[in-house]
């Protein structure tokens, strides 16, 4: 079964991760933390903006869908107008339809294990490096 599962990728990155529910953010910086990642915590895309600005070495962002002062989708928007190169994992409760995003970025349901999560950092990075 080991052999089905893609590797986790062990290079350490800049995470901002975007998620209002304290608690899912506080597992996902936990996971992060432990594989060696440093995620940067925001509970709301204001703090999502600021932190962007404060982080240009940021290369992966993990944002919430569904958020009250702002969708998921709308923050990464005005993220990619910086112009900076970054991947994108959201995370939302509901079904995705197909429509989130772009081509590249990476859908995360809930609930999820650590390990899910991990492999979608890992599966991003990899993307990465096919590209360049």
Same mark, same amino acid.
């Given at each position: ?14 995470? #901002? ?5 304290? @608690? ?20 709301? $895309?204001?703090?999502? #903006? ?9 290369? #992966? ?17 005005? #993220? ?15 079904? $995705? ?13 809930? $609930? ?5 999560? @991990? ?14």
């Amino acid at each position: 079964p080991d052999a089905t599962r893609p590797e986790l990728t062990d290079v350490s990155q800049e995470i #901002l991760v975007v998620e209002d529910e304290p @608690l899912v953010a506080a597992v996902i910086a936990r996971t992060l933390e432990r594989k060696g990642h440093r995620p940067l915590l925001a509970h709301r $895309p204001s703090e999502a #903006l600021r932190l962007w600005e404060a982080h240009p070495s940021v290369a #992966l962002v993990i944002c919430d869908v569904s958020m009250a002062e702002m969708q998921g989708p709308e923050l990464v928007q005005l #993220l990619r107008q910086s112009g900076r190169e970054f991947r994108v994992i959201y995370v939302t409760g509901y079904q $995705p339809d197909g429509s989130l995003g772009e081509p590249g970025d990476r859908i995360l349901t809930k $609930p999820f294990s650590p390990r899910d999560l @991990l492999q979608a950092v890992s599966a991003s990075a990899r993307q990465t490096e096919r590209a360049s």
